[in-house]
T-cell receptor, first 112, second 111 residues
Framework: DQQVKQNSPSLSVQEGRISILNCDYT??????FLWYKKYPAEGPTFLIS?????DKNEDGRFTVFLNKSAKHLSLHIVPSQPGDSAVYFC???????????FGTGTRLTVIP | DAGVIQSPRHEVTEMGQEVTLRCKPI?????LFWYRQTMMRGLELLIY????????DSGMPEDRFSAKMPNASFSTLKIQPSEPRDSAVYFC?????????FGSGTRLTVV
């Protein structure tokens, strides 16, 4: 049973435009959310995170938004670059637990 | 630090054979996780260890799967006997807190 869901398996965006990747979760105990980026033949690498006490966290071109009432978070990449082409995984954890629950991933393609 | 090291990178085996995947976590990290990546389910947690002790193995698909962590610098995931449906990429990750560091994964193909 997927507790973290990424309903869009793929997304294509023109270089320079905004990429918006979405994630939904079902477990109300989740209080920490992360995005990981994965290139082919490599392991996922940490990108950005957000605690449930915030609704926005920004790091350069990457911003994560959290809507707790909707159990929804999104990752915005502005401006998108060809090097951003990768699979993006959303992940969540509950307070006091250090295991992460991951979504199925969204493959982002940034077209030059 | 060399990061999380997994071996082998690729494994092709025949159905019914035993397969052992290996992982060396980052020194000083006290948690170790085994994940399996498939198209349908994304990254599934199989088992995780805290301070070498298995904490949650509820994600292990069935008794054919077993994992050990004999010391802080080494863990194995064993599948015996292997089946074609076990074909996937298996990732090991280690952590000190919330942030995980993943290895490059082992791509397992069971024919």
């Amino acid at each position: 049973d997927q507790q973290v869901k990424q309903n869009s398996p793929s997304l294509s965006v023109q270089e320079g435009r905004i990429s918006i990747l979405n994630c939904d979760y079902t477990n109300s105990m989740f209080d920490y959310f992360l995005w990981y980026k994965k290139y082919p033949a490599e392991g996922p690498t940490f990108l950005i995170s957000i605690s449930s006490i915030k609704d926005k966290n920004e790091d350069g071109r990457f911003t994560v938004f959290l809507n707790k009432s909707a159990k929804h978070l999104s990752l915005h990449i502005v401006p998108s670059q060809p090097g951003d082409s990768a699979v993006y995984f959303c992940a969540a954890s509950a307070y006091g637990a250090n295991n992460l629950f991951f979504g199925t991933g969204t493959r982002l393609t940034v077209i030059p | 630090d060399a990061g999380v090291i997994q071996s082998p990178r690729h494994e092709v085996t025949e159905m019914g054979q035993e397969v052992t995947l290996r992982c060396k976590p980052i020194s000083g990290h006290n948690s170790l996780f085994w994940y399996r990546q498939t198209m349908m389910r994304g990254l599934e947690l199989l088992i995780y260890f805290n301070n070498n002790v298995p904490i949650d193995d509820s994600g292990m698909p069935e008794d054919r799967f077993s994992a050990k962590m004999p010391n802080a610098s080494f863990s194995t995931l064993k599948i015996q006997p292997s089946e074609p449906r076990d074909s996937a990429v298996y990732f090991c990750a280690s952590s000190q807190s919330y942030g995980y560091t993943f290895g490059s994964g082992t791509r397992l193909t069971v024919v």
